[in-house]
Structures are given as structure tokens and as C-alpha cells.
């Protein structure tokens, strides 16, 4: 590891760092501690201790180990307490007596080599002799005080150790006799923060101070003499004589601002560090407001007893409050400081005014920076290599140059304007030092990091975070008629919500453009679903490209300006989570792609021969407006090796084939690309990485760039590939870092809410999102006892009915004293019921949206608000139905209205209707459809339901199901209405159910397939249509057209082949072959079985192409020669001439691996045949040919051959490829030198139908010498380019002999394979 630009040493711990005279300096940070080696002039990261489950707390030098090294102990929130070998990094010993406790401190005693005693937050201590591993845990003074804050034991008394706690009490206790109190230090108010004791075992310096021996108890515990200092949240320091435990001297902390700022006197903000060189003795350190380091000397004046460190140079100390101070590398003179500045310095004691130093010994204006949050982003600028910016969970950009000698850590941070965690970067391809980034809350701006200009904001947000961005040519929407501007750059943006921004100024002062809708509008094609959300976007650094992710594991390629769909590539099953395209300008490279996404697999694709592609297809469209988009399913080449999603990948400036990547298994992987090898694995991360930079060579001495991977342990770690020691990454560590821990402490927070059941309620560290309902969350809806919902429901139907009384009676004459009483009485309803009647309708209005079909308590509740009046109503509605059942004729009950709905109950049939119908309508009004429905069932209005639910779209299958009792007519109508519905709600199979049941079975098979249930459409359309009926046709092809896109290659042939298309099926077969990086037995099954089907239907010549394709691009690069020669033998004998090329191919494959052995284990999957060492004669084709063979022809076909054997360029194969590649020219070059010496003698030469004149042969003999010399031109660039020694043969005495037609092709052969 070259370098580490670590995380935050813990905040408000009192020793949470400490360093020993051998020269080492280690700091905790959250669960790991760090190690510097600060011997040299330039400290270097010296390792780090991983091996705690949680934050460690406290560390502390001082044990010894056998080579007199002294050990390191450290202590966690896992309540585990670790000796560790700083030089192995392992632990020697460890205990766990505090149990699930967390150990807030601990110290190594100076005066003992195998003590170190600890405390936890419940106020326990363990003593723990580390020589014979023994514990000792008790708790000081019974108890009474139980929150420690901090633990210093004595430099001259081993057994004596001071106790701080946040009562502000401090103890000295004697750890010989169990924790024994012999002073109680009583004065303090507030909080402990640190304790240290006097260099010098005297108290001397105060005997003025001290009362006089006449006024002294004497006891055995006078004789230790020792000075204690404490500091406390209270702003004070206190001086402690230990032989009398008393408060000797109080110094509070002066308020005058040393920075010309003004001092908080929030005391929650305010930590007070101590330290006391072993040298000074009368002098000690304690940290002060804003950052102020300060030099006591307690035996000076009043006046005169403090310094300031660095006070003529205050901005180059610490910016905020300090909260450790630890020895240097020389105890005597330098002190080493940790701060809420994120920043360690180094201090000299020898010079108090001088500014502080940077570690590395120089004066600088940071210190030694480290980061307080998951590092997110890491971008190098494209104008200076040597500067790279840094997006951090802690809200700040830093900007690392890193070419500066004399600092290698000078940092910059940019935090103005940014306050969330900074997510993405992008530097400006043109404009130095223009820096955009985005932020967790959808912020996306731009700084200039050369300036102390605050950053410009955009006015446009993103819903959520802004993973990524790129800076791309300005694009436009083709309906506007914009003409392109030239060398406009806009920032382009992807937020978590799917949607990508063009931000069309760099000022950012302009409204953001919907990428999406530009992409939508310009691209009409119908066969590519356009609505995925947007999960990555990456330009090409030629602005040409935009390679855009989405989020069903597809990415698209559009070119500029105008963002057409040149390519979708769909490799990946999951989310895209990084794109990188190739950094090379000028060769075949620039056309690479590689993505990563949420699953562990790495897919390069080269797109050079799809882009040229569709460029000329652009064109065409301009002529006809069709353009059909191609969907590559087969990659270049595959990377597979990590054990978990891909965060990050990026390519080696230096080196075309190159490429490393970041991955949530803790590991950053280097690979060689071409060969799809890995070639070094770096794991000292320990957490999941999300970023990874490679940064190119900045001299010759280098053998590759430094790789820079940022991971969420808070650290960037800088190392080189040829350094590391593993090659792939680790099969066992499929979770890392902090998803174990996070786990752990969720698990524990939620066992403390369980035992607060009767407190209130704690918060979750992650709270689940309430579901809002309509604007309101289901928790504001108040809880309503069942009483009061009734009540309220009686009250809001009197309401009701009250509100249609008062309309109905501005229309009636009021005659009757009874009315005007009725009247009266109405208008007593108080204001309470009517607000709670109200407040019923609202809730249910509101809820409306969300259930379709309400439910009510009472199916008729303008009956029951009337039954509900005052008793004088009820009085008369008695009276009434006693004289209708006395006299119906004179005494008819009429129901008009709401007054008297009621007594339909009670009265006749034609009340009852009447009832009934004013309760239907009232229903209908406030949407009770459901019961209205079943009002007008019990009427016997069958149509009245059926239409009214029609009308509403609240069809159901109990409604429909009623329909036929009032007529076939009705039933089709409700159905096809149903079925409609039901497309609507998303339910399609449902929905075709109802179709079918009304003969519309084309209808139902054109809604399955157009909303993807291809396998229950295909069924339907065997069952009930005709084998050649189009919309089965179309049906399978659409279904065949799906499955290719998603790969299932075989089941898609399967489709195509039902509808009597061999030649699609035969190709959708042979698809599993197209394009892939490695062929094996899989791919030559698939083109076997290409040319079976084709051979099935008859089709000769497309059974022989997918023949030659299995032997040419599967069989001779893979040494599947047996599997080759069983395809010779099933199209024998159009094929008979390749047996001998295969025998040639073989025994040359063979004779370079007796060459050279290192070879065979690559070769491990050839399969051999039985050959007889490939020697070629013109027996051995005659008696393969026949006796009358067409050499010409013959020629012909070998050189047809050789072209379809699509070969990648030479430099891009790997050596296995470039072995099968050599032997297939050489194999078909030597049995062509037979050929053509064998057809130049005059009883051979069968001219076929072309005569066998003068001017005939010659003509022949002229093309043969042209294909001739396309053999050999094409072996000579293969052995030119191959830079192989075991390739490297000589063909020459070949070559000589290609125009003696005196020499025989047996001779040839041998001669040439003997030389090799």
C-alpha cells in the first residue's frame, strides 16, 4: 500500500490515540485502529488493526511484548479489550470480562509492563495482566458513581489509578485491594473529560500552597506524593495534591478569543484534552476554545503560567475543538494532536510560537487530513492527472493534489453550499478546475475549485440522490427544429427517481432539460420499451456517445445531438450501476464499453461493429423514417470473479487491456481483459467499496498507475497492482465491512425498545416511511371506540336528513301546528352533532379514493335518522300508522321526500318502493354504490343495477353474475363492460375470462400478448383457433421476438420452429454462439443443433453453413477436433475436405506443446483424434475426394474457408486463441501448396465445365497464384503481429516452393513441419 488517507480518529474519547518512543503513532477510528511509522522524515502507513466488531473506543501503548516491542491495546463497543503485535497485525491475547458492555477508556500503566485496566459505561474496571492472562473486574466505592468518563493510571505507582466520571467526581483508587477508594476528589460540576498525572512524583512546586503539617491527617497513603490534573466540561482545570487530596489550584480557561473569533460558551461543544511530558516538570498541555493548544506552566505567575502554541501563526492551527494530545516521536519535544477538524498535527514543544507541522515534518496550512464519511466518488481531472477530487458522506469535497514533494496529503476542502453527502463528481473535459457534483437531497451544482467563489446551484432538483453525472454536448429534442450549437458542454445528471437532466448552462442558471423526454421524443421505434428508469448515464470522451443505464439491467447507446438509439445492450439481469467507456482515442479500444450492475458479473462489449453499423443506418432513415435499433445479448467478454454487486470500474490510461473494479465484497479487482483473467486482488479495505481510479504513469520508473478505491470505512487507500499478493478475490467474504455490524446494532437497539416498553418510544435507526393516504398518514387517523362511531353515524345520517327536510319544506306551506313544532325541534341540533357529523362525511369523503366499493353499517340511513328524532316525532309517526291500518283507504301514507321515508317500514308495499327509491338515490349521492345495488335487487330492478354499475365502472363478478336474469342482451353487455374494467384495475387474465365467455376469443389473445402473457395467449389461440390462423402466427413470433431479447435462445426457437420458420429458429439456436467471448461445448451444441433443424426442414445449404460455422469459429479455436469430425461425418462428403484440415490443425496444436509445456493446462478442454501426424499427400485427398476432383474449385472452398473464420485482430486474442488461430493458416496454407501442386500436374487438372483450353487454364492458374498469395500475406501478418516465440516459425522453405510446380506437396508438407 503506497499510501492511506484514513478516516477520523473517534470524537470526545480521552485517549483514543497514542504513540510509543520507538516511533509508531496509532489512532482508533471507528472499527479499526490505524498505525503511522513517524522514524523518517516522511511517515508512512505503517498497517491497520481490524478484528472489533464495533467503534473501538480507546487505545494504548505501553505492555511489552518478548522482544521488548511494546504491544497495542485497544478497547471497543463490543465490550472485547485486544493486545495486538502492531508488526503482524494480529492479536496476541484478548478478553471480554466487561461482558456486552462498552469500554468507554483504558490505559497501560507507565510504572508496570503487564498492567492494563479499563473501564466500562456501567462505572465496572478490569485489571488485566496480560503476562499470565488473568482478569480482575470489581467497581469502585460501591457503585455510587457508574458512568466512567476516563482512566489514568500512575507513572510512579502501579497500583494507583485515577477514575474520571461525568458526575464530575474523580477517585483514586488502589486496583490491589479491589478497587479500594483512597481519595475522593470532590469540586468538579460537570463532566470528567481526561486526567493526567505529574511527570515528577513530588508536589513541591505548591508546598505554599499546602496546609500546614499541624492541620494534617496523617495516614499511610501521605507518603505517595504525585500532582493530578483534571479538566471538566465546567471550563476549569484543577490542580490535585494526591498526598492530600485536595484541590491545590483551580485555572479556568481564558476567554479571550486567541483567532480574532468569537468563543462559544456552549460548554456541549467544548473539550478540554490534557497531556504532561515526561520532561516538563513543571509544564503540561490542555486543549482550549476553537481549537487552542496551550503550554501551562502552574509554576509561574498568575499571569504569565500560559502560552498559546502557534500564537503568531493561529491559522495554521487546529479550526476546532481537540480532543487528544499524545507524545511525538520524541516524547521530550513534540506532541502529536487529533481534532473535530478531521486534521492530526504535529507540534514542537522546543518552539511554542512556531506553527505547527504537518507529520511529514513540513510547515502547511492542513496537517495529516482525514474523512468522516463513506467516500463516494472518486474523479481525476482530465486537464491536470495529478488532481483528484473526492466526494465524502461528511458534506465536503476534497481536492487531493497529489504531485505536491514536499506534502504528499495537500487536500483542500470545499464544503460552502454542499452541507449532504456528496454522491457524484464530474469534472469539466475543457475548463481546469471546474468541478461539478450531487448531492444525497437531489442538489447538483458546479464549483470552481482554483477560486473562493461558493459553488452555483442549480434551480432544478432531483427527487432523490444524483448517482451519477457525466458532461456531455448539448442535446435537443428533434420536434423543436434547434440547429446543433458546436462545443457546448452541459452537465447531464441521474437521480434515484430514474430521471436524467441536461443542465444547459455552466453557470447553472437555466432550467434543467428532461433527458428522458428528449430520448422518448426522438426515438419513435415501437420494439424497445423507452419507459425503464434511468440508473447511470457515461459519455464517451469524444462527446459522440452517451451510454445511459437502465434500471432492468439494460443500457442504451444514443449518439448527439439529437440522443438517437443507436444500441441497447442487454447483457445484465439487474440494475446498471457503472459504465466506463475505453479512454483510447485512436484504436480499436474506444469502442469498449464496461458495465457492472447489482449482480457480480463484469461484461466488456465492443461496439465498433454495431456503431458503424447504425451510423449508415441513420442515413436510410432520413429516406424511408424506419430504423429498427439492434439488441446485443452477447458480450465481448465476460469478468467473473467477485462475490458481489459492482460499485465502480475504471480503465489503466497506460494499457489498452486493463481494467479494475470495485465490488461490495471488499475488494478491488484488477483484470487482463482480453484473456478474461484476473490479474491482482487488493483487499485491505474493510468495508464495501463504492469507488475505485485509476490514475496513469507520471514517470518511467513506474511499472503501472496508482489505483486510488474509496470504500464506506471512511479511507482511501492508494496501491499498486504488481503489489499485491492475492489474484481473485475471496470466495468466503461475500459480506463485509459495516452490514454485519449495522446488523448487529439493530438487533440490539431493537431488544432495548422491547425492554422500554413502559418509557417512551426510541427512535429506529433507519425508520420506515409512513404510507400517506390522500395527503393524511394512516397514523393521524384518530382511534374511535365503537360507541362513538355509531354515534357518529346516527348523527351524520339526522344531518342528512335534517339538510333534505329544510330543502324540501322551503316549498311547502307550513299549515299544521305539528310542522311548525317538527320545524322547531329540527333546528335544535346542536352545533356538536353537526360537527361530528361533518367530521364522519369528510373522513369517509377523503378515504373515498382509496376503496372502491365503501362499506356501510346501514343500508338505509335516512330511515334510520328519522327513527332517530325526538320522541314528539316519533309520537306522530305512531299516530299515523295506526290510522292507515285502521283506515288505508281515507289514511294513505305518501312518501315524497325525506320527512317521512321511514314509515315505509310500516306501512304498505307501495311505501315501502317509494322508501326504498329515496334511499337508492341518497345512496347513489354520497357513492354507497354497493348498497345501492342491493336496494334495487330487492325491487326487482335487475337492469336498474346492472346499468347503474355500468355507469360507475364498479362492476363485480357477483353483479355480472345476476345479469342473465334479466336477459342474454344484458349479460354480453355487462360482461364485455366487466372485461373493460378489469383491464383498467390490471387484471388481463381475468378480464380475457370474460371475453372468451363472450365469443371474443381474437380479442382476448391480442390482450394477453400485448400485455406479456405470451404462454397463456399461445394456449388460447391452440385451443380455439386454426394452426395457420395469423394471430397465432403473429402471437409465437411476438413471443419468439421477447424471449431472444431476454436470451432464452433455445425456447425462442422453439416458437419459430411452430410456425415453420427453420431459418429463424436455426439462427435464434446458433445466437448462443454469436458474439461470444468463449466458445466451448455449449456453443458447439447450439450451432450442432442449428444445423440439425435446418437439415430437418430440408434445407441443405443452411445446414452445411451452420456446419462450417461449428467447425471454423467453434471447433479449431476451442481443439474440439473430435466434435469437428463428427460433423464432417453427418454432412460427408460436401465436407470431406475439412477431415484433413482438422488432422493438420491437430498435430501442429500438438507439436507446440511438446514445444512448450506451460502450455498444456491451458489445453485441458481439447479433445483429440486419432491422426497420423497430419502428413498431407495427394493420395491421402484423393482418397478422401475421389478420383476426379475440380482443383479449382477445391481451392476455391478452402479460401472461402479461411475468410469465415471471423478472427479477431491479433492483438486482441489471448495465447490459447493465438495458438488455434497460427495452426488453422498454417494447417490450410500447407494442404493449398498440396492442392495447387497436385492440380498443376496435367492428369489431375479437371477443368469442369470451363473447357480445358490455353487461355482457360491459365485464367485458373492466375486466380490460384492470387488466393495463394492472400494465404501466405495474411500468415506473415499473423506471425509479425503474434510477438509469440513458440508461434515464431519459420515459413519460408513454404513459401519457395509455391511457384515450383516440381517439387511434390508430400515433400512440401514435410519439410515445412520439420522446420517447425
Known amino acids: 500500500m503506497e499510501a492511506v488517507l484514513a478516516s477520523s480518529p473517534v470524537w470526545y474519547q ?23 511509522d513517524i522514524r523518517g522524515t516522511a511517515p508512512r502507513h505503517y498497517g491497520i488493526l481490524s478484528g472489533h466488531e464495533e467503534r473501538v473506543s480507546t487505545c494504548s501503548f505501553g505492555v511489552k511484548g518478548a522482544n521488548g516491542e511494546p504491544y497495542l491495546i485497544s478497547g471497543a463497543d463490543d465490550g472485547f479489550v485486544k493486545c495486538w503485535d502492531i508488526h503482524t497485525k494480529k492479536v496476541v491475547k484478548a478478553h471480554k470480562s466487561h461482558g456486552a458492555f462498552k469500554v468507554v477508556c483504558l490505559h ?27 482478569t480482575k473486574r470489581f467497581m469502585p466505592d460501591g457503585g455510587v458513581q457508574q458512568m466512567l468518563s476516563a482512566i489514568t493510571c500512575s507513572h510512579h505507582h502501579s497500583h494507583l489509578v485515577a477514575v474520571g466520571y461525568k458526575s464530575g467526581a474523580v477517585s483514586i483508587i488502589d486496583i490491589r485491594k479491589n478497587g479500594n477508594v483512597i481519595r475522593k476528589l470532590r469540586g468538579h460540576g460537570n463532566e470528567i473529560h481526561s486526567i493526567v498525572w505529574s511527570a515528577s512524583p513530588s508536589e513541591d512546586l505548591f508546598v505554599s ?13 501521605d507518603n505517595f506524593q504525585s500532582i493530578v490534573v483534571t479538566s471538566s466540561k465546567d471550563r476549569t482545570l484543577r490542580l490535585w495534591s494526591l498526598s492530600k487530596g485536595k484541590c491545590i489550584k483551580i485555572i479556568k480557561l481564558p476567554s479571550k478569543p486567541s483567532k480574532g473569533r468569537c468563543i462559544s460558551e456552549d460548554s456541549s461543544r467544548l473539550y478540554v484534552a490534557l497531556h504532561w511530558p515526561k520532561s516538563l516538570r513543571s509544564k503540561f498541555l490542555s486543549s482550549s476554545y476553537n481549537g487552542d493548544i496551550m503550554l501551562w506552566d502552574v509554576s509561574m505567575a498568575e499571569k504569565e503560567q500560559y502560552k498559546i502554541l502557534s500564537h503568531s501563526a493561529t491559522e495554521l492551527g487546529h479550526q476546532r475543538i481537540v480532543f487528544n494530545i499524545s507524545s511525538g516521536l520524541d516524547p521530550t519535544k513534540n506532541i502529536i494532536t487529533t481534532s473535530m477538524d478531521r486534521c492530526i498535527k504535529y507540534w514542537s514543544l522546543e518552539e511554542p510560537d512556531s506553527p505547527p507541522h504537518h507529520l511529514y515534518g513540513l510547515p502547511t496550512l492542513g496537517g495529516l487530513p482525514t474523512l468522516g464519511g463513506f467516500v463516494y466518488a472518486m474523479k481525476v481531472s482530465p486537464i491536470d492527472p495529478t488532481v483528484i477530487a473526492l466526494g465524502i458522506g461528511d458534506g465536503v469535497i476534497r481536492i487531493w493534489r497529489t504531485s505536491n514533494p514536499r506534502n504528499p496529503f495537500d487536500i483542500t476542502s470545499l464544503w460552502q453550499g454542499i452541507k449532504e453527502k456528496v454522491m457524484s463528481l464530474a469534472w469539466h473535459p475543457t475548463k481546469e478546475g471546474l468541478l461539478a457534483f450531487g448531492t444525497e437531497d437531489g442538489k447538483v451544482g458546479v464549483v470552481d475549485v482554483l477560486s473562493q467563489q461558493p459553488p452555483m446551484i442549480s434551480n432544478t432538483y432531483h427527487m432523490k440522490p444524483v448517482y451519477a453525472m457525466s458532461w456531455g454536448p448539448k442535446c435537443y429534442a428533434q420536434s423543436t427544429g434547434v440547429t446543433p450549437a458546436i462545443s457546448t458542454h452541459c452537465l447531464y445528471t441521474c437521480g434515484g427517481e430514474g430521471v436524467v437532466l441536461m443542465h444547459p448552462s455552466v453557470k447553472m442558471d437555466q432550467e434543467a432539460v428532461n433527458v428522458n423526454e428528449i430520448i422518448s421524443s426522438n426515438n419513435s421505434c415501437t420494439d424497445l420499451t423507452l419507459t425503464s428508469n434511468k440508473s447511470e448515464i457515461s459519455w464517451r470522451p469524444d462527446g459522440e456517445f452517451v451510454a445511459i443505464g437502465n434500471d432492468d439491467g439494460s443500457f442504451d447507446i444514443c449518439r448527439a445531438p439529437f440522443l438517437y438509439i443507436i444500441t441497447r445492450v442487454k447483457v445484465h439481469n439487474k440494475i446498471i450501476n457503472c459504465l466506463a467507456w475505453h479512454t483510447a482515442n485512436d484504436t480499436e479500444s474506444k469502442y469498449w464499453i464496461a458495465s457492472g450492475s447489482n449482480s457480480s458479473v463484469i461484461y466488456i462489449n465492443n461496439l465498433n461493429h454495431v456503431l458503424n453499423q447504425q451510423v449508415a443506418a441513420e442515413e436510410q432513415e432520413k429516406n424511408d423514417g424506419i430504423r429498427s435499433i439492434p439488441v446485443l445479448t452477447q458480450p465481448f467478454r465476460t469478468l467473473t470473479g467477485h462475490c458481489g454487486r459492482i460499485t465502480s470500474l475504471s ?3 497506460d494499457s489498452q487491456n486493463q481494467l479494475v473494479s470495485a465490488s461490495y465484497d471488499g475488494t478491488a479487482q484488477v483484470w487482463d481483459v482480453l484473456d478474461e483473467e484476473p490479474v491482482s486482488n487488493y483487499r485491505g479495505h474493510d468495508g464495501r467499496l463504492l469507488c475505485v481510479l485509476w490514475r496513469r504513469k507520471m514517470d518511467d520508473d513506474e511499472r503501472s498507475g496508482l489505483i486510488y478505491s474509496g470504500a464506506d470505512d471512511y479511507a482511501v487507500h492508494v496501491w499498486k497492482m504488481e503489489d499485491q499478493k492475492d489474484k481473485i478475490p475471496p470466495k468466503d467474504k461475500i459480506m463485509v465491512g459495516y452490514t454485519q455490524k449495522q446488523s448487529a446494532q439493530w438487533k440490539r437497539k431493537n431488544k432495548k425498545k422491547k425492554n422500554n416498553r413502559n418509557n417512551d418510544p426510541q427512535p429506529s435507526p433507519q425508520p420506515a416511511p409512513t404510507p400517506h393516504v390522500n395527503g393524511l398518514t394512516h397514523d393521524a387517523k ?10 357518529l353515524e346516527r348523527r351524520k345520517a339526522e344531518l342528512l336528513a335534517e339538510i333534505n327536510l329544510d330543502t324540501k319544506q322551503e316549498k311547502i306551506r307550513i299549515t299544521s301546528p305539528t310542522d311548525v313544532a317538527m320545524r322547531e325541534i329540527l333546528s335544535d341540533l346542536s352545533e356538536k352533532r353537526i360537527k361530528a357529523a361533518t367530521l364522519e362525511v369528510a373522513t369517509l369523503q377523503d378515504n373515498a379514493g382509496n376503496s372502491k366499493r365503501r362499506q356501510i353499517k346501514n343500508i338505509f340511513p335516512l330511515s334510520v335518522a328519522m327513527d332517530n ?19 288505508p283507504e281515507n289514511h294513505k301514507v305518501t312518501i315524497t321526500d325525506a320527512s317521512n321515508v321511514n314509515l315505509g317500514f310500516y306501512t304498505d308495499r307501495l311505501a315501502a318502493y317509494r322508501m326504498m327509491h329515496q334511499e337508492d338515490q341518497h345512496l347513489r349521492e354520497t357513492k354507497y354504490f354497493n348498497s345501492s345495488s342491493m336496494l334495487k335487487l330487492w325491487r326487482g330492478d335487475i337492469v336498474g343495477m346492472i346499468e347503474s354499475a355500468i355507469e360507475q365502472n364498479d362492476l363485480s363478478d357477483q353483479l355480472v353474475s345476476m345479469a342473465p336474469m334479466a336477459g342474454h342482451d344484458l349479460w354480453q353487455k355487462a360482461s364485455l363492460a366487466y372485461a373493460h374494467q378489469l383491464q383498467g384495475e390490471g387484471c388481463y387474465i381475468h378480464a380475457s375470462q370474460y371475453l372468451i365467455a363472450c365469443d371474443k376469443i381474437k380479442e382476448a389473445i391480442i390482450l394477453l400478448r400485448n400485455h406479456k402473457h405470451y404462454r397463456e395467449a399461445v394456449a388460447l389461440a391452440r385451443a380455439r383457433l386454426t394452426d395457420d390462423d395469423p394471430i397465432l402466427i403473429d402471437t409465437l413470433k411476438v413471443w419468439a421476438k421477447k424471449l431472444q431479447y431476454g436470451g432464452s435462445y433455445e425456447h425462442a426457437a422453439k416458437c419459430f420452429a411452430a410456425i415453420g420458420d427453420h431459418v429463424s429458429a436455426a439462427k435464434s439456436l446458433s445466437s448462443r454462439a454469436a458474439s461470444k467471448s468463449s466458445l466451448g461445448r455449449d456453443e458447439l451444441q ?17 445446414s452445411q453453413e451452420f456446419a462450417k460455422q461449428a467447425i471454423s469459429s467453434v471447433c479449431l479455436t476451442t481443439g474440439q477436433w473430435k466434435g469437428a469430425n463428427e460433423a464432417v461425418e453427418l454432412f460427408s462428403p460436401q465436407t470431406n475436405i475439412y477431415r484433413v484440415i482438422l488432422h493438420i490443425h491437430q498435430y501442429l496444436v500438438e507439436e507446440i506443446l511438446k514445444q512448450d509445456s506451460k502450455f498444456l493446462s491451458s489445453f485441458s478442454e481439447a479433445e483429440f483424434i486419432e491422426s497420423d501426424n497430419g502428413m498431407v499427400g495427394t493420395s491421402l485427398l484423393l482418397n478422401v475426394l475421389g478420383p476426379n476432383v475440380d482443383w479449382y474449385s477445391l481451392l476455391n472452398e478452402l479460401y472461402d474457408f479461411v475468410c469465415s473464420c471471423d478472427f479477431q485482430t491479433t492483438s486482441l486474442l489471448t495465447t490459447k486463441q493465438l495458438v488455434y488461430q497460427f495452426c488453422l493458416y498454417y494447417s490450410t496454407l500447407l494442404l493449398c501448396v498440396v492442392v495447387k501442386t497436385s492440380q498443376l500436374k496435367p492428369n489431375n487438372i479437371d477443368c469442369g465445365g470451363d473447357g480445358d483450353n490455353e487461355s482457360n487454364v491459365a485464367r485458373k492458374k492466375s486466380k490460384t497464384n492470387e488466393i495463394f498469395g492472400t494465404f501466405f500475406e495474411n500468415s506473415k501478418i499473423l506471425l ?10 519459420v515459413l519460408q522453405e513454404c513459401l519457395n516452393f509455391v511457384d515450383d510446380s516440381s517439387h511434390n506437396g508430400q515433400d512440401i508438407c514435410k519439410t515445412s513441419l520439420q522446420n517447425s
Not at 870 to 886: G, P
Not at 1280 to 1289: D, F, G, P, R, W
Request: glycine share 2%; net charge negative; proline share 3%.
Open 1280 to 1289: 509479425k503481429n503474434s510477438n509469440m516465440s513458440i508461434v515464431i516459425v
Open 651 to 653: 480503465w489503466n490510461p
Open 14 to 36: 480521552s485517549r483514543a490515540c497514542d504513540a510509543t518512543e520507538s516511533g509508531y503513532f496509532a489512532f482508533a477510528s471507528r472499527s479499526l485502529v490505524y498505525l503511522l
Open 1086 to 1102: 447450439s450451432l450442432f443443433a442449428s444445423s440439425l433443424v435446418a437439415a430437418a426442414a430440408e434445407d441443405k445449404s443452411t
Open 209 to 221: 500552597k499546602l496546609d500546614s503539617p499541624n492541620n494534617q491527617t496523617v495516614n499511610e497513603h
Open 782 to 791: 384518530p382511534t374511535i371506540d365503537s360507541d362513538i362511531e355509531v354515534m
Open 108 to 134: 497501560c500503566s507507565p510504572a508496570s509492563n503487564n498492567l492494563v485496566v479499563s473501564g466500562d459505561e456501567k462505572g465496572f474496571i478490569v485489571v488485566w495482566n496480560v503476562d499470565n492472562d488473568q
Open 869 to 887: 328524532k325526538k320522541k314528539i316525532f316519533l309520537q306522530k309517526d305512531c299516530i299515523e300508522i295506526t290510522k292507515h291500518k285502521k283506515d
